[in-house]
């Protein structure tokens, strides 16, 4: 089973993170959705004001292995993401 990192931010494009999580998890991937917020916030509220819970801070999925990594658009969340350290080392 592949194992994949979804990171999201505050402003990420919730359509792109549903569409991804939910595409590759019927196709048997293990999907892990991971919040880049910088105080280990695991709610994101996304681009049109949707929140979403991620299941681990980014610093959790820093310390294991992934398959892919995939990243969903939106501004900022996708500066947000540009601008993670961690995120960064694992790409």
């Not at 999580?21 to 959705?33: E, K, N, Q, S, Y």
């Not at 820093?62 to 350290?85: C, F, H, N, T, V």
């Amino acid at each position: 089973k592949k194992r994949v990192l979804v990171p999201i931010a505050d402003d990420s494009e919730e359509i792109e993170t549903t569409c991804i999580t939910d595409v590759l998890t019927r196709f048997g991937a293990d999907v892990v959705i991971a919040s880049v917020k910088p105080d280990g916030d695991l709610v994101c509220k996304m681009s049109r004001g949707i929140k979403v819970m991620a299941d681990v801070t980014i610093e959790e999925a820093a310390k294991q292995d992934w398959d892919l990594i995939a990243l969903p658009g939106g501004m900022p969340g996708a500066e947000y993401l540009r601008d993670s350290a961690p995120l960064i080392e694992l790409l």
